[in-house]
């Protein structure tokens, strides 16, 4: 499992101050079996890993195959996208509260069984000039 990159400055060169609004986390997963059952256990679980609350789930069939699957949380938001033919699994998981714990990528790892696992954490910043 590599995080390919993580982004977390505070103040950059024109002396903006940074105010962290949320976390991102975008999880690939290769080399994986789907059953779209599965994802709802899925979403309900990293929820529950992350200690907040699923609101609701939305998901779309495509043909021939794949799905979306989507849970709004109390803390933003919950998405994955698979890809059977390639046996791929892309996951991107949003928190305003930034409480997204390392656990939830050996849970996911082993969810899938694969250790075919990249990820990138990105952080959501507002940004305030110091200046005016």
Not at 7 to 18: A, F, G, N, Q
Not at 82 to 109: G, L
Request: some cysteine; glycine content about 2%; proline content about 2%.
């Amino acid at each position: 499992m590599k995080n390919v990159e993580e982004i977390d400055s505070v103040y950059t060169k024109e002396l903006e101050i940074c105010k962290r609004v949320g976390k991102e986390v975008c999880i690939d997963v290769s080399q994986c079996q789907l059953n779209k059952k599965d994802l709802t256990i899925l979403l309900h679980q990293i929820s529950k890993l992350m200690n907040t609350t699923v609101l609701s789930i939305h998901s779309h069939s495509f043909t021939p195959q794949g799905d979306t699957i989507m849970a709004i949380i109390a803390d933003s938001h919950i998405a994955i996208h698979t890809w059977p033919e390639y046996k791929y699994v892309a996951i991107d998981i949003f928190s305003c509260k930034q409480n997204i714990p390392d656990n939830i990528f050996s849970y996911i790892r082993n969810f899938f069984e694969t250790e075919d696992i990249t990820y990138h954490t990105l952080f959501r910043k507002v940004h305030f000039n110091n200046d005016k």
